[in-house]
């Protein structure tokens, strides 16, 4: 199984600004994907990121808004930018290589005041 | 359309009893599907999963029935006990040779085993 570490664990973080949540794996994987969960929802896929290459978003999320790094196979990053109250929720980071299971952060819970 | 739905949203178990998620899907090409335990403040964890070529598949205390042609699939955790209360997933993914589906997941069902 895959180690995920998540940082930071949570935040509070003035409307306007920007927060960089990382996400770091203790083996290098293939793909890595970035969620969102609202409180008491289900989880929304953000993106899905691959080492080399741009980030695919889902329907409803864009790149200006969620920029995406991967610069190595255990490394990436996601950036919630000019944070409103709306973006208030817990940012999850899954890992999974082809054929294996998903593996999760702990999350980020963000709250935007 | 790759939908989820999963029921009860709530679930009220006392300890010793058998708590039942039922979840139905549409997409018929999904063939892997796993179960997701949350606890408060942390990421989803596996419980077990199943793929449809077995009815189905036991792990300790849980187990998940799956009916193909209904297109639907249940857990069950047997003897519940205080510790499991958490938020439980249903999920489903495809898998293309040589390539990967995400992840759609249920609504959650958030379930609490009273002593």
């Known amino acids: 199984s895959a180690v995920i570490s998540q940082k930071p664990s949570r935040d509070i973080c003035q409307r306007g600004t920007s927060l960089t949540i990382q996400c770091q794996v203790d083996s290098q994987v293939t793909m890595m994907f970035w969620y969102r969960q609202q409180p008491g929802q289900s989880l929304t896929l953000i993106a899905t990121a691959n080492q080399g290459s741009e980030a695919t978003y889902e329907s409803g999320f864009v790149i200006d808004k969620f920029p995406i790094s991967r610069p190595n196979l255990t490394f990436s990053t996601l950036t919630v930018s000019n944070m409103s109250p709306e973006d208030s929720s817990i940012y999850l980071c899954s890992v999974r290589q082809f054929d294996t299971e998903a593996f999760f952060g702990q999350g980020t819970r963000l709250t935007v005041v | 359309q790759q939908q989820v739905k999963q029921s009860p949203q709530s679930l009220i178990v006392q300890k010793g009893g058998i708590s039942i998620i039922n979840c139905a899907y549409e997409?018929?090409?999904?063939?892997?599907f796993p179960w997701y335990q949350q606890f408060p403040g942390k990421g989803p964890a596996l419980l077990i999963a199943?793929?449809?070529?077995?009815s189905e598949k036991k792990e300790g205390r849980f187990t998940i029935s799956f009916n193909k042609s209904a297109k639907q699939f249940s857990l069950h955790i047997m003897d519940s006990q205080p510790g499991d209360s958490a938020t439980y997933f249903c999920a489903a993914s495809s898998s293309p040779s040589g390539g990967y589906q995400k992840v759609t997941f249920g609504t959650g069902t958030k379930l609490q085993v009273i002593p």
């Open positions: 199943i793929r449809p070529d077995v």
């Open positions: 997409n018929t090409a999904f063939d892997y």
